[in-house]
């Protein structure tokens, strides 16, 4: 169960934000400004730790269409490439979380999401959510708590500076043995930046555990010769 746990516990600490809250026009364009670009090509993001320059994360965004309209799909690997979940985003309806899942090797949970926004709009939402799975006999829990900082923060990006979107994010989790019947909570806060133009550009997490900062930007031909080398 432990190794279970921590694996989950990871994923959630480095996480994509999400939220249920109201959702306000004017608080949804501001938002937008400071999402991923849609773009008909998949591109990579490529994060670092700065506290740990061994350490990487990469972001591949997708988009594409269906009759729900247009989605924006979030996957995210880690140093060896390998895919540790995905968020699908419907772009034209204020980001709500259409899927989310998770990937332990060839084996994936799907979490039940329901109404849920990818970033709060304005002031703070909650997000909850169960992963059903029965990975290895554990079930997950998971409640997010999320609030927009007022003050804006910035990005050095392509030797500009660039205005950030900071989300405080709460985390709480609860590993449940299903088997032996037992429990194991934790919870983690982080910073998540989204800079304007660009989508998430940082995570720093407040107990200075890891900073994971965007260092580059990659095109769907060069993430594939990186996968394959």
Request: glycine letters at 6%; hydrophobic letters at 40%.
């Amino acid at each position: 169960m432990t190794r279970i746990f921590y694996i989950f516990l990871g994923i959630l600490l480095l996480s994509v934000s999400l939220s249920a809250c109201n959702r306000k026009n004017d608080g949804a364009e501001l938002v937008q400004k400071f999402m991923y670009p849609y773009s008909d090509v998949p591109y990579v993001y490529v994060f670092q730790d700065s506290l740990d320059p061994f350490f990487e994360m990469f972001e591949r965004i997708v988009t594409y269409y269906d009759p729900l309209g247009n989605h924006l799909l979030i996957e995210r690997y880690n140093s060896n490439f390998m895919l540790l979940e995905s968020y699908d985003l419907l772009y034209d309806k204020d980001f709500q979380v259409f899927n989310h899942v998770l990937y332990f090797g060839q084996s994936q949970i799907i979490a039940q999401v329901g109404d849920s926004i990818f970033v709060p709009w304005q002031g703070s939402g909650v997000f909850s959510s169960s992963f059903k799975g029965t990975t290895e006999g554990i079930m997950f829990q998971m409640k997010n708590n999320k609030s927009l900082i007022q003050e804006r923060g910035s990005f050095n990006w392509n030797g500009g500076k660039l205005l950030t979107l900071q989300v405080l994010d709460s985390i709480s989790t609860v590993a449940i043995d299903v088997r032996n019947n037992r429990e194991q909570p934790a919870s983690t806060v982080a910073v998540h930046e989204f800079a304007e133009g660009l989508g998430r550009v940082r995570i720093r997490t407040l107990d200075g555990s890891s900073n994971l900062v965007l260092k580059a930007v990659l095109s769907e031909s060069d993430w594939k010769k990186l996968i394959t080398k």
